[in-house]
């Protein structure tokens, strides 16, 4: 058994065992933060499209949901925020501070969404 400074061979190959490990735990770390931003951000886009107005034309004088186009990409747009939103939440479960954040998002995508859902014809 050869020996390194002392230590022997075998507690060598641990020691830089445990270091890859670290080295890969601290990786996948980073890339479930990055994915979570990612996913975030994108849920904001999509919930920003959400918001569009569905009156026809965008003029205030129609009532709401006069416009099934507008109405469509309301409803899909904040489809596409709840699923976008709830992935972030879960790449992003070990951060109490971005959960709230992106559980507020949630929320208010559900409410748009339960609220144009009804008036959708497509």
């Known amino acids: 058994m050869e020996s390194f400074d002392g230590v022997s ?3 060598v190959r641990r020691m ?3 270091r890859r490990l670290a080295a890969a735990h601290e990786n996948s770390r980073v890339a479930r933060i ?9 849920g904001v886009l999509a919930s920003l499209a959400g918001l569009v107005p569905t009156n026809h034309n965008w003029d205030p004088s129609m009532p709401d949901y ?3 186009d507008l109405v469509m990409i309301a409803t899909t747009a904040s ?5 976008l939103f709830m992935l972030a939440v879960i ?5 109490k501070t971005a959960v709230a ?4 998002f949630l929320v ?4 748009r969404f339960v609220t144009v859902v009804p008036h959708y014809t497509g």
């Open 34 to 42: 990055a994915m979570g931003v990612l996913t975030g951000s994108l």
């Open 9 to 11: 061979d075998p507690v």
């Open 79 to 83: 489809g596409f925020a709840i699923l």
């Open 108 to 111: 208010g995508d559900i409410y």
């Open 101 to 104: 954040f992106l559980l507020l």
């Open 66 to 68: 006069s416009d099934p």
């Open 16 to 18: 830089q065992e445990q």
């Open 91 to 95: 790449f992003l479960w070990r951060s």
